[in-house]
């Protein structure tokens, strides 16, 4: 499975926009960058996700690097509900088909929006 | 609204004694998924259902069992729970298992094992 490298923990003030970065160097080409989140004692909610071009929703914004070895989340104005951890993960298929594909979580990056 | 509801969001059980948890889904998605989440660990999948199709994580140990009676129900089953199994237990669902498809999770149910 592509790896994940994510910050352990940052810092984000209410209002700015918080950026949050992924590096997944060995990506491959019909891999998917998914991103979720997850609250405290919540189950983890669903962000955005992405191939190859960059993705826009009411959530949030998917920055993928030309060569798809990096990431970025963008929360445009953060406020104290986005303080949560932040997954970015690489989904991969068990098989040819592309079916049978799972969510591999790795450790996360812990935002703090403060005010 | 389309939703995953997890019952209950709290389950206290005894060492040993067989426990169930439930999941049910409004969205009519294909694919039903458990994760485990012990404290301060990411989620990691357990097993998934695609329509009535069983799919075992080749690490899930034998204690953990599934059973999805419909397209809307799936449980959960600890069949002999130990005090290592005391975590967050995650439902998930999908409309299909592509790459593509996001997966949208219910609130969980934290077991407790005593």
């Known amino acids: 499975d592509a790896k994940t490298t994510q910050p352990p923990s940052m810092d984000c003030a209410e209002g700015r926009a918080a950026n949050l970065p992924c590096n997944h160097s060995?990506?491959?080409?019909?891999?998917?960058v998914y991103w979720y989140r997850q609250i405290h004692s919540q189950g983890p909610q669903y962000i955005i996700h992405?191939?190859?071009n960059n993705e826009t929703n009411e959530m949030a914004s998917l920055i993928i690097t030309e060569d798809r070895k990096s990431s970025t989340l963008i929360l445009p104005h953060a406020t104290l509900r986005d303080t949560a951890v932040y997954y970015c993960?690489?989904?991969?298929?068990?098989?040819?088909?592309?079916?049978?594909?799972?969510?591999?979580f790795g450790t996360g990056t812990r935002l703090q929006v403060t005010l | 609204d389309a939703m995953v509801i997890q019952n209950p969001r709290y389950q206290v059980t005894q060492f040993g004694k067989p426990v169930t948890l439930s999941c049910s889904q409004t969205?009519?998605?294909?694919?039903m998924y458990w994760y485990q989440q012990k404290s301060s660990q990411a989620p990691k999948l357990l097993f998934h259902?695609?329509?009535?199709?069983?799919?075992n994580e080749a690490d899930t140990p034998d204690n953990f069992q599934s059973r999805r009676p419909n397209t809307s129900f799936c449980f959960l089953d600890i069949r002999s729970p130990g005090l290592g199994d005391a975590a967050m237990y995650l439902c998930?669902?999908?409309?299909?298992?592509?790459?593509?498809?996001?997966?949208?999770f219910g609130p969980g149910t934290r077991l407790l094992v005593l």
């Open positions: 993960i690489v989904r991969v298929s068990s098989r040819r088909d592309g079916t049978a594909s799972k969510l591999t």
């Open positions: 060995t990506i491959s080409g019909n891999e998917y």
């Open positions: 992405g191939l190859k």
């Open positions: 969205l009519n998605h294909n694919v």
């Open positions: 259902y695609y329509d009535k199709d069983f799919n």
């Open positions: 998930a669902t999908s409309r299909d298992p592509g790459l593509a498809r996001p997966q949208y």
